[in-house]
């Protein structure tokens, strides 16, 4: 069993639908992260949870919110998304938020396609 | 701020042969961690290996061991005797020591590593 469970694994959607992405871990960790990975760009860090307190907003559009109702569960709702939003969305969590050594585990990620 | 720099976008290797793929970055400070994460094609992200920039010993996972050079923060990964299996994106990781936001992972582009049976 995975430590990090995002769904839906793939997500098509238009520009004025609303949809949310689900990230589950098991791990016991204290920090969740949602990541955006587009092709030859590194990896974009968009928001972190901190035992379900948000402690990272970076300069992300409006139209992505995210919700932590616990340490377990993280959420990422989308509405009136554009074309360039269409990438894989990855989910992460570690033991603590930003503490050296600790390695983050990541999700399978969801495929986002806007249409 | 600091950056993380791969500056091979695709690399190939024969089975069982060695490959090197290469990581730079820049920093201001002396005490951070080092990663290397494997992404398969539409599978999850996994750590590969992990330095500790104060220690001085290469770290080693199996096949896997890196070449860490702090003086010239330069951080490469080499996969000995490689396998199909090895295929993947590889992307080359900083975190600083100090907690909060600046403990955040800093990413490269990353390195598409194809394997040749």
């Known amino acids: 069993e995975t430590g990090v469970t995002q769904t839906p694994r793939h997500l098509v959607m238009g520009m004025t639908n609303k949809k949310s992405l689900k990230c589950e871990q098991h791990?016991?960790?204290?920090?969740m992260y949602w990541y955006k990975q587009s092709a030859k760009k590194p990896l974009e860090l968009m928001f972190v949870y901190s035992l379900e307190e948000r402690v990272e907003n970076n300069s992300v559009p409006s139209r992505f919110s995210p919700e932590c109702p616990n340490s377990s569960h993280l959420f990422l709702h989308l509405h009136t998304l554009q074309p360039e939003d269409s990438a894989l969305y990855l989910c992460?969590?570690?033991?603590?938020w930003g503490a050296g050594g600790q390695p983050q585990h990541f999700g399978d990620g969801t495929r986002l396609s806007i249409l | 701020a600091q950056t993380v720099t791969q500056s091979q976008p695709e690399m190939s290797v024969q089975e069982a042969e060695t490959v090197t793929l290469s990581c730079t970055y820049d920093?201001?400070?002396?005490?951070?961690?080092l990663f290397w994460y494997k992404q398969p094609p539409s599978r999850q992200m996994i750590l590969v290996i992990r330095?500790?920039?104060?220690?001085?010993q290469n770290a080693t996972e199996n096949r896997f061991s890196v070449n860490f050079q702090k003086a010239a923060k330069s951080f490469s990964l080499k996969i000995s005797d490689s396998q199909l299996g090895d295929a993947a994106m590889y992307f080359c990781a900083y975190r600083s020591s100090y907690g909060g936001s600046q403990g955040n992972l800093i990413f490269g582009k990353g390195t598409k590593l194809s394997v040749k049976p």
């Open positions: 330095q500790e920039a104060y220690k001085q």
């Open positions: 920093t201001s400070e002396s005490d951070y961690y």
């Open positions: 992460a969590s570690s033991q603590d």
């Open positions: 791990l016991g960790h204290n920090a």
